[in-house]
């Protein structure tokens, strides 16, 4: 049977029908809101290429979670600019550094909200790289390994309810584990930036969290925008090693890879609106030149049908008051 008989339009005819036949749901429950901690106190320092996400001392980062909470939002992902930056992240491997006291802080003021702390050397390194940098200019990965699983143990010890090693280091979801399992951390999640690509929409978020590298690049470890059976090569890896949660990143450019990750592995996938998502919204809208709110959650939508369990975005506390108005 063909037209006039069938109308696929006679479901889409009213309010009512549309939310019926809806085939994907967003709820504030899978959003997840990074929060970027700086040094000093009082601090909310408007980050310029993000409109609306600031730089925040540890005080101001717990104000943000509670505002964050009262939105509905039950995850924050951690992200420390320490003002020491070392060749060997000694901030991050410091049970005083920044990230560490803010997961501390945040944790005490609000128990609840879950606390996902990123793991990386990005932010608290003067070269800014994810590993460890040797004379030659290259990226070692087998000497980055052991650092980043202490970075790891350093932020459970803290408290965090999950690290999320984002490296892109061969091998190290496996260290990281064997690390948290010696240490009396076997409890702890680990959520895999599995499927993390050598993006330009990376951009503002270096502003953000202070990891530009200083030279080069990072496409000697981050994956290929142009490869997808490799990218379902490292998710698989991660499981293996025992991630908990595996993650695609960005989300927007890659919805083909959320639709592929979620039909080869069991375990929950997670998919990151980038800054450089999130910027171009916010700058269209700021021109009027966009619908921000239906942007926003069309894209949501968009990366939810493709098979995103869980979304990361910068938009989370506004699209969660949106679901719940
Ligand atoms: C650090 C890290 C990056 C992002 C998350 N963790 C940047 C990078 O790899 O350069 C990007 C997040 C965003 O753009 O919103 N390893």
Not at 55 to 78: C, F, H, I, Y
Not at 108 to 119: H, S, Y
Not at 213 to 225: I, K, M, T
């Amino acid at each position: 049977m063909g037209f006039p008989q069938v109308r696929p339009r006679r479901t889409r005819a009213t309010a009512a029908w549309r939310q019926l036949v809806r085939e994907t749901h967003l709820l504030s429950d899978a959003l997840i809101y990074p929060l970027f901690v700086v040094p000093g106190r009082g601090v909310r320092r408007p980050v310029e290429s993000m409109p609306g996400i600031c730089q925040l001392s540890v005080d101001e980062a717990v104000k943000e979670a509670q505002a964050v909470q009262a939105a509905r939002v039950r995850t924050v992902l951690l992200f420390a600019a320490p003002a020491r930056k070392d060749a060997q992240a000694s901030d991050a491997l410091d049970p005083q550094g920044l990230a560490a006291q803010a997961i501390r802080a945040l944790k005490a003021a609000c128990p609840e909200l879950m606390l996902w702390a990123d793991v990386c050397l990005c932010g608290a390194t003067d070269h800014g790289h994810c590993g460890h940098v040797t004379p030659g200019g290259t990226i070692d990965n087998d000497s980055s390994l052991a650092t980043l699983a202490q970075v790891a143990l350093n932020y459970a010890r803290a408290g965090a309810d999950a690290v999320a090693p984002s490296d892109m280091m061969d091998g190290r979801v496996g260290a990281l584990r064997a690390l948290l399992d010696r240490e009396g951390h076997a409890n702890t999640p680990l959520i895999a930036y599995a499927a993390k690509y050598a993006s330009a929409f990376y951009g503002p978020f270096r502003e953000a969290a202070e990891s530009a590298p200083a030279f080069g690049d990072r496409r000697s470890y981050q994956l290929d925008p142009a490869n997808a059976r490799e990218a379902l090569r490292e998710v698989l890896l991660d499981v293996e090693e025992g991630a908990d949660l595996v993650m695609v990143k960005p989300a927007g450019p890659y919805l083909d890879i959320i639709r592929q990750v979620r039909d080869a592995v069991r375990v929950p996938v997670v998919a990151y609106q980038v800054s450089g998502e999130y910027s171009l919204i916010k700058a269209a809208a700021a021109r009027g030149w966009i619908e921000e709110r239906a942007a926003v959650l069309e894209t949501l939508t968009g990366i939810r049908r493709a098979g995103a369990d869980l979304i990361i975005s910068y938009f989370a506390p506004e699209a969660a008051r949106w679901l719940a108005a």
